[in-house]
């Protein structure tokens, strides 16, 4: 009788993938070390990875292990909460700016990432919801939120975080606010023309904004809120650009807020875009987000 345990390796081959030799039969060799048989699917278009975990995940599947940028993860996790999947899932980072991989603390070589999923602990993590969409670390609308879905694959396989730098630049150089109404589940209320707001369980998004490692937990079961409200000046323009360099929010007033929230309801005059884990996300008139308590196992 086989002693091997079964790995559905899911692949997503476009994404942010900028080296020449590929580290798969490294990967899949190192996996087969650790008795593991790997099933290797390939995604092809959006969405493929939620149907390949659907598809494979429960014919005697011990583990799943994805391989992409944020984008992939988050596709391979909705797939694995709409089957009630309650078994480990390991995460190697080959996206652009990889965002929640930093915040995992994953290294960047992904062979060293593949040991790390074969010899680590699975850790329970909390995940977003957006109007009944899960999400892994951020839903954002407003400044930034564009770039991550309207930038081509191509550029940010070549320029990396630069080109959600360029892009953000030319976003800021066109400010436009958008009015919302927020209230959370602690009973606070927040409205006002806004240039971002973020639900987030991140230290960064887009490679742009940073958040203190030591406010974020990954498994508290709250998100973070971000706020920034639309400059009236110059002097407040830049009052934000020196908020978000140094990190320095404030929860009860100013410019740039943070507070932690387990739920919310949004509400605008229009239905506006979001943004949810750099993939784009369609927002209505009255939005609402809820964090789901230890969702998921990761390993890392």
């Not at 593991?36 to 995604?43: A, L």
């Not at 079961?221 to 020196?242: A, C, Y």
């Amino acid at each position: 009788m086989s002693t091997y345990k079964r790995l559905l390796f899911i692949i997503n081959p476009n994404a942010g993938m900028r080296r020449k030799e590929s580290p798969l039969n490294e990967i899949i060799m190192l996996f087969s070390d650790y008795n593991y048989e790997t099933i290797v699917c390939f995604t092809k278009k959006q969405g493929d990875a939620t149907d390949l975990v659907e598809d494979h995940a429960n014919r005697g599947i011990d583990l799943i292990v994805c391989m992409g940028g944020d984008g992939t993860l988050n596709e391979t996790i909705a797939g694995a909460i709409k089957i009630k999947w309650n078994r480990p899932i390991g995460y190697i980072p080959a996206g652009s700016t990889n965002d929640f991989a930093n915040s995992l603390g994953l290294s960047s070589d992904p062979v060293e990432v593949a040991k790390t999923i074969m010899e680590g602990k699975p850790r329970c993590i909390d995940i977003g919801e957006f109007n009944g969409r899960q999400f892994v670390y951020t839903a954002a609308s407003g400044i930034f939120t564009k770039v991550s879905y309207e930038t081509s694959q191509k550029i940010k396989n070549v320029l990396g975080h630069f080109a959600y730098l360029l892009e953000g630049v030319k976003d800021f150089t066109q400010l436009h606010s958008i009015h919302m109404k927020i209230r959370t589940d602690s009973g606070m209320s927040y409205e006002d023309e806004f240039i971002m707001v973020a639900f987030c369980n991140t230290f960064q998004m887009g490679g742009v904004l940073a958040l203190d490692e030591g406010n974020v937990e990954l498994d508290d079961g709250l998100f973070e809120l971000l706020m920034i409200s639309m400059p009236r000046d110059i002097v407040q323009f830049n009052t934000i650009i020196k908020s978000l360099y140094e990190q320095s929010y404030d929860e009860d007033s100013g410019l740039v807020r943070i507070v932690k929230v387990k739920s919310a309801n949004i509400d605008f005059p229009a239905a506006e875009d979001w943004s949810l884990d750099g993939e784009r996300g369609d927002g209505k008139m009255h939005n609402s987000f809820n964090v789901i308590h230890d969702a998921i196992q990761l390993i890392y």
